[in-house]
Structures are given as C-alpha cells and as structure tokens.
C-alpha cells in the first residue's frame, strides 16, 4: 500500500489498469489496476521537505508512452516517452509564477497550452520545449482562469476568464473565434475549473 500520503491517482484513458499516483515524496506507477506498483522516480531530484504539491499527470493522446507530470509546487514539468520509467525536465513557461494546468492539442500532439495562477495563458509548438504568451484571441484583457478542449470535437473548446459568471466563452473554429455563453442558473460563485465529459458530446462540467 501507498502510506506517504496520497497526492493525485489518474487512470491511463487508453487502458483503465494503468495507474499513476503520486505520493508527498515520489511517483508510482501500476500495470494492474492498482494490485502492485513500481516507484518511477527517474530524472526527478529529490522532493523539497513539503514533497510534490499540485500534481497533474497529462496523457498525450497519440502516443501511448508519452506523458507529462506537472507540480505546480516547484519541481516544474516532466515528459516521459516511456510510460514513467524516465522523465526529462522541461522549460516552464514563465519562471515567476506557478503554472496550474497544461492541457495537450488533440489535432496536434506537439501543440501545449499553459495556464499560471496569475491568468497568463502559453502556448508552446514544440512539446514544451519553448513557451509563447498566447490568448489564443479571446476578447479583453484579463487572464485565462481554465481551458477546456471536446476531445470527440478538437474545433470546439471553451475558456473561462478571470472576472466572474460572466466570463465563459465558447468557440466552434478552434480557437479563431468566440463567443460568450449565458451561465444562466448558476451560483453566484466563481468557476475555476472546466472538463467536458467525452460521452456527451457538448456537456461541460464546471468545477468551482
């Protein structure tokens, strides 16, 4: 069993018994649906005394031993191109603040979009190896709260900015244009979050 305190578990889309987790002080991965599981520590120094601290595993779609591993906390951005058993240090996009989620082009594996706690949006063409400011042409000034891509429909995507209810926009062109959706019947509290549900083609599920 996993006693050094869970950080995140995330579930291979492509093969439900595949597992990665992540625990205050290292990373382990399954091949069993959780029965056994290997250490995968490989390229990564050692955890600061605090340990990982907002973890994400990201899936490349295209590549079936292709992931990365993002601590928001301080380690920055891993890629591993063999399902954990190696990981190389990538650039981060902006040195200054905590990057919180990364998210992968389905048209175009190569193609990241970076998110930081202060709004700024990045994109990067070449897996991470270089970073852009980018906000993708949506309206105003203000930053990019979440991303979210329809993975049955890579032309469709959504994006909340920073400001409130009103701030959910949606485009059917891939990003060229878009326009705000109503949010209608909701609390009055912030979303921070997006993820639609690839069953249901259009369902976006809000995560505050």
């Known amino acids: 069993s996993l006693v050094e305190g869970m950080g995140v578990l995330t579930i291979d889309p492509r093969n439900p018994n595949t597992l990665f987790v992540s625990t205050w002080n290292s990373i382990y991965k399954s091949g069993d649906g959780g029965e056994t599981w290997r250490e995968m520590m490989a390229g990564i120094p050692d955890p600061a005394p605090s340990g990982f601290w907002e973890q994400r595993f990201i899936f490349d779609p295209s590549q079936p031993d292709t992931l990365f591993f993002l601590d928001s906390g301080g380690h920055g951005l ?21 990057v919180r989620w990364l998210i992968i082009e389905p048209q175009d594996t190569h193609i990241l ?10 994109k990067s063409s070449n897996g991470g190896q270089n970073w ?54 909701f609390a009055a ?16 599920a809000y995560c505050r």
Do not use: C, F
């Not at 979009?113 to 990045?122: E, F, H, I, N, V």
């Not at 309206?139 to 409130?164: C, F, K, M, T």
């Open 78 to 98: 891993y890629l591993s191109v063999n399902g954990g058993q190696q990981w190389t240090n990538l650039l981060l996009p902006d040195s200054y603040s905590r």
């Open 113 to 122: 979009y970076a998110a930081t706690d202060a709004g700024q949006l990045y």
């Open 132 to 185: 852009q400011a980018d906000n993708l042409g949506l309206p105003g000034d203000g930053g990019v709260q979440s991303l979210a891509i329809n993975p049955n429909n890579p032309h469709e995507r959504y994006a909340i900015l920073q400001g409130g209810m009103d701030s959910l926009y949606k485009s059917e062109d891939g990003g060229q244009t878009w326009n705000q959706v109503q949010t209608t019947g």
């Open 189 to 204: 509290a912030p979303i921070h979050h997006l993820a639609i549900d690839p069953q249901t083609p259009g369902l976006i």
